[in-house]
């Protein structure tokens, strides 16, 4: 929330502030109705559904005499958070609306790292170990409120209790450090073990603040595990610290596990209930070898985190009918923002459901299909409801923004000007990631609301409606966090199922906001509370309040940018309402010119990020592009770009030449670029293969091995010349022994870039073991792409693979395929054994005939979304489908699209570690 003043000089409306009658009205009219919400009437209902203990039998788990399978995700910032603009705890809202996201995909149980929060010397302030030995009862209050809600849902939880790695919520090494003792010493040094189970005492001894419930007797406390990933356990110390905790929690599982493979220490423990694997990528083989592995030994197995970019019916369908498999938790989900959006995270194994994307979305619905198969049965919460957070009013304009609702695949904006009829503001459907909606006519008086809309294309929900007036912005702070306050005296934000109250521990409490020319303000209270505004901060001036419906205070009359709502003991405000002017237009936007592409360019091969100069005074720009000069006809025309910069979601016919053009818009007109219409050519199509790689550069072996490189994570593959006997050229042969590692390849990279735009696809000559599988993959602007090509038959053969075949692999996360700069190719094979395989002539190919002429094809910009294809916001990014066509049908270059899991895709898995 930007709270400095518009640094232009204030343009005053000729009606100068706002009647207070009309504030009145507006608030006492439009929004007293709507608020009617009770804040903090009965106390909430904690029941949980898990009321009995999971148990242990042998190596499976039993709820109730029954056989207990699950599927679920890890959630692992339920505790403390670091996707918020730095560390802090997460909101009460995001916590419900994610494991109601959870519970919406059939998980059962969930992961989180909510007891993993430790730290070093008070580094880490808002752990529950800031430092050594000292315990801090604030960081419980979210962890409470997790472990409650899950209860509410049927989920249980399975809590690691420190970390092989240095995160922000700390780690074993904060045992061990304060004691000038390395990493390893955590497993032998009597004092950091003493430390650790000191630690973990005073996390098993806890009540719960909001059920009642200690920790210990709490069924929704699946599991206690040693920690996460943890590499350097021994024998001994499982087992002690398997008592330790068994000791106290004799109802409750313990569980252990490392990094990527089976720690053998875990299957001889004769006490640990569970063992826990994680797969970056898993394989259903893999995963079903190593479950059977650990039931043998007595154990049950958990893929306690597996990548979410290869949750698929290959994968998960064969481990339906594997009973040695009892848990899949994927890595990780993630859910609405607090201020609108869905939470950002940039580790690649993000989900947010119900989805965004294609690939997302498929990825959700095989997870969820996984869970039904399994039997988890678990109700979906209803459709959550959004809650508008702001109406940012700029240059005549305004912005809706708003916050979420669980389960909504897309969202409608409305408007009214009679509070009964209403007109949707957009032309179309906003995505599930939208947050924020321009409305291109901005009437006075106009009053918004916020539908959910959910799988089945119905309306499942509505936002409060918020009324606005002329050329006034509206805050909303629904009191989650003090992100929104000034300041807070003797109150407490007190977490409840469906949102949360600050709560007055005496009389004389207060919250504090801050805002430039304040006009009114609305309550949801309960008790006694005084509405004071105030110039500076000091001298407060009791305002002009009215009581609504079910404790909806409504203020107005306020003066200067502070406001303060006092509390008497035990009152509660649960949300608040702020209206402060803004200053009209005083014209059209000011004179700009366009940036890039400048008139004339030619050669382009991808739609390209076009630029302009910022023009002052613009609430938004409107963008065209077309195929004729005249800008008739156009290929695209987007609305609501709030920055001087879009990638406009629309692929270019190669050869082509366009137009574009840009107009400045705010409430008083709209001023078209200085530049006019500006050209550029698209590069026409290559009519010849490049030759990537033909073999006959290499003067000796020794030259081709300095240039194909051995992938040290594998196993032995040496590269030599041959012959190919078709050609009588030189060729490559590579022997190879895939003991260990299961895999083996070489790699290549280019001292120069390579451009393969436009090209179709590769085409190489290979010569192997028929049956085995050569992993193709290549490297372009930093990411991976990978596919799979079959030897087929004796001999060599010539394989062609279009370039839709290749997908990131499930490592690699997201990303969007442009081949203008590939600077690696990799070959590899995978499985057992040894043997040779040969290759030679490594070309690109070309589109059979060239394409017919076109002008492009439409994007999906809608107009009033604030960015092509619907989500709001100021910045627009390159789609998936923006390149240019290369004659082939069109390729679903989706991101994150899930490779074939082959053993190329294990390259990066054992020497990459996820970012958090």
């Known amino acids: 929330m930007n709270r400095t003043p518009d640094p232009r000089p204030p343009h005053r409306n000729t009606s100068g502030r ?112 800031p430092s050594l030995g000292q315990m801090n009862e604030e960081a419980f209050a979210t962890i409470d ?72 007797e709490d069924p929704t406390i699946m599991a206690w595990e040693l920690g996460n990933e943890l590499e350097g356990m021994t024998a001994t110390w499982i087992d002690r610290q398997v008592a330790f905790i068994k000791e106290r929690a004799p109802q409750q599982l313990v569980a252990a596990g490392r990094r990527f493979d089976i720690d053998p220490d875990t299957l001889s423990a004769p006490e640990l209930d569970i063992v826990d694997v994680h797969y970056y990528p898993p394989t259903a083989a893999r995963v079903s070898a190593d479950a059977a592995t650990v039931t043998a030994a007595g154990k049950v197995y958990l893929a306690g985190e597996y990548a979410s970019t290869a949750a698929s019916p290959a994968l998960l369908e064969p481990l339906v009918a594997d009973p040695n498999v009892t848990g899949m938790l994927f890595w990780s989900l993630f859910g609405n923002n607090d201020r609108g959006g869905l939470v950002p995270h940039d580790d690649g194994f993000t989900i947010h459901a119900p989805g965004v994307t294609d690939a997302e979305r498929a990825r959700v619905s095989a997870i969820t299909a996984y869970a039904a198969a399994i039997g988890a049965v678990q109700a979906a919460p209803a459709v959550g409801t959004p809650l508008i957070t702001a109406v940012d009013r700029a240059d005549g304009i305004n912005t809706i923004r708003w916050r979420g609702a669980g389960g909504a695949v897309s969202y409608r904006v409305e408007r009214s000007l009679d509070g009964t009829s209403w007109t949707a503001v957009d032309t179309g459907a906003l995505r599930a990631d939208a947050g924020s909606a321009t409305d291109f006519t901005s ?63 005496s009389d004389g409490a207060s919250v504090t906001w801050k805002q430039d020319r304040l006009l009114a303000a609305s309550f949801i209270a309960s008790g006694s509370v005084v509405v004071e505004s105030s110039a500076d901060g000091s001298a407060w001036e009791t305002a002009l309040s009215e009581v609504g419906p079910d404790g909806a205070v409504a203020a107005r009359d306020l003066v200067g940018p502070y406001l303060r709502v006092t509390l008497a003991a035990g009152a509660s405000v649960s949300r608040a309402t702020i209206w402060s002017a803004v200053d009209a237009p005083s014209g059209p936007p000011a004179a700009f010119a366009s940036i890039s592409p400048a008139s004339g360019t030619v050669d382009v091969t991808a739609t390209p990020t076009f630029t302009w100069q910022p023009a002052a005074g613009a609430a938004y720009y409107r963008f065209t592009l077309a195929a004729q000069v005249d800008l008739g006809n156009p290929v695209v025309v987007v609305d609501g770009i709030g920055n001087p910069s879009i990638t406009p979601t629309v692929a270019l016919t190669p050869g082509q030449r366009y137009w574009w053009s840009v107009t400045a818009v705010n409430g008083a007109g709209a001023t078209a670029s200085s530049t006019g219409a500006a050209d550029f050519l698209m590069k026409p199509l290559p009519s010849e293969p490049l030759v990537v790689e033909d073999f006959e550069s290499y003067a000796d072996d020794a030259a081709l091995q300095a240039t194909y490189v051995r992938n040290t994570g594998g196993g032995a593959v040496t590269p030599s010349i041959t012959t190919n006997p078709d050609t009588g050229t030189q060729a490559m042969t590579a022997a190879y022994d895939l003991a260990g590692p299961g895999y083996a390849g070489v790699v290549r990279t280019f001292q120069t870039p390579q451009d393969w735009w436009g090209y179709t696809g590769l085409e190489l000559w290979v010569q192997g073991t028929p049956g085995d599988d050569v992993t193709v993959q290549f490297v372009t602007r930093g990411t991976y792409w990978e596919t799979v090509a079959p030897i087929e038959g004796e001999g060599w053969q010539l394989v062609e693979i279009p370039f839709s075949s290749f997908a990131p692999p499930a490592w690699a996360g997201e990303a969007a395929f442009d081949p203008t700069s590939v600077t690696q190719i990799g070959l590899y094979l995978g499985g057992e054994g040894t043997g040779t395989l040969l290759v030679d002539d490594i070309v690109t190919t070309v589109a059979a005939a060239e394409p017919e002429p076109g002008t492009g094809q ?59």
């Open 18 to 129: 706002l009647a207070a009658g009309m504030v009145a009205a507006a608030v006492t009219a439009a929004l007293l109705p709507a608020l009617a919400a009770p804040a903090a009437a009965a106390p909430v209902d904690w029941t949980s559904r898990n009321t009995s203990f999971v148990e242990r039998d042998g190596s499976r788990l039993v709820l109730d005499g029954e056989t207990f399978r699950f599927s679920g995700p890890n959630i692992y910032w339920l505790g403390l958070d670091e996707n918020v603009g730095g560390v802090d705890y997460p909101t009460a809202f995001r916590i419900a609306d994610t494991l109601d996201a959870a519970a919406r995909m059939g998980s059962t149980v969930v992961r989180t790292h909510m007891m993993t929060s430790t730290g070093q010397d008070g580094a880490n302030p808002l752990a529950i170990m």
């Open 145 to 216: 409120f997790a472990v409650a809600y899950a209860g509410k849902l049927g989920i249980r939880l399975v809590l690691p209790l420190t970390d092989e790695w240095e995160y922000y919520h700390g780690g074993h090494r904060d045992f061990t450090t304060p004691f000038g003792l390395t990493s390893a010493d955590f497993y032998t040094d009597e004092r950091p073990i003493a430390a650790y189970q000191a630690y973990v005492d005073a996390i098993l001894q806890r009540t719960n603040a909001l059920t009642g419930v200690p920790y210990i």
């Open 443 to 505: 009437p006075t008086g106009a009053v918004y609301r916020v539908v959910a809309i959910d799988g089945a294309g119905a309306d499942a929900a509505l936002s409060d409606p918020l009324a606005t007036e002329t050329d006034t912005r509206v805050l909303v702070d629904p009191l989650e966090s003090w992100l929104l306050t000034e300041a807070h005296d003797g109150t407490t934000i007190v977490p409840r199922a469906d949102g949360t109250s600050v709560v007055a521990a």
């Open 858 to 916: 439409p994007g999906t910009g809608q107009p009033g979304t604030g960015q092509p294809g619907g989500a709001g916001g100021t910045d627009t990014t390159v789609s998936t489908e923006d390149l240019a066509r290369t004659g082939l049908e069109a390729t679903p270059w989706i991101v994150g699209a899930l490779a074939l899991l082959a053993i190329g895709g294990l390259l990066l898995a054992r020497g990459r570690r996820r970012v958090r």
